[in-house]
């Protein structure tokens, strides 16, 4: 089966690269598949996660906002913010929802209030997406 390359940018930095086999994306008009020789096409990317298939196995990635080019065997995301659904970012996610509750129930200002409530629905989302979540092998 032929590849095709893909790259996942946001604010925390590069969240992937390199050689996929397909890759699902959450987009305003539903999720899409991309597959090698793909048609070329510019979309909106909404919240969810991202599902890369590669040869090392699947890798899951969360996702809040931004776009998606999929050029001549391509694919090209730009996100508010990504993050490797993994272990590793367990306690992060963990730390930063701690942080925004306690600021949000001290509520300073208007400002504070509207960047705790974005940190707050990215850690919700992380969470959502099953990262810490142990699935039973059956």
């Known amino acids: 089966m032929k590849n095709f390359e893909l790259e996942i940018l946001s ?3 590069v969240a992937f690269k390199g050689e996929v086999m397909s890759v699902s994306l959450p987009t305003s008009s539903g999720i ?5 020789g793909h048609t070329n096409l510019v979309t909106k990317l909404k919240e969810g996660e991202i599902i890369i298939t590669h040869a090392g196995g699947e890798k899951r990635i969360t996702v809040i906002d931004g776009f998606v080019e999929i050029f ?3 694919v090209d995301i730009v996100s508010d913010f990504a993050v490797t659904s993994d272990d590793e970012n ?19 200002n208007v400002v504070d209030s509207a ?19 142990k699935r039973k092998k059956i």
């Open 11 to 13: 604010p925390q930095g």
């Open 90 to 108: 367990v306690q992060k996610i963990e730390q930063a929802m701690k942080l925004a509750k306690d600021m949000k129930n001290k509520k300073q």
């Open 115 to 133: 960047v705790i409530e974005t940190q707050l629905k990215k850690a919700v989302y992380e969470l959502k997406s099953g990262v810490g979540i």
């Open 32 to 36: 899409i598949t991309v597959l090698p």
């Open 72 to 74: 001549n065997n391509t």
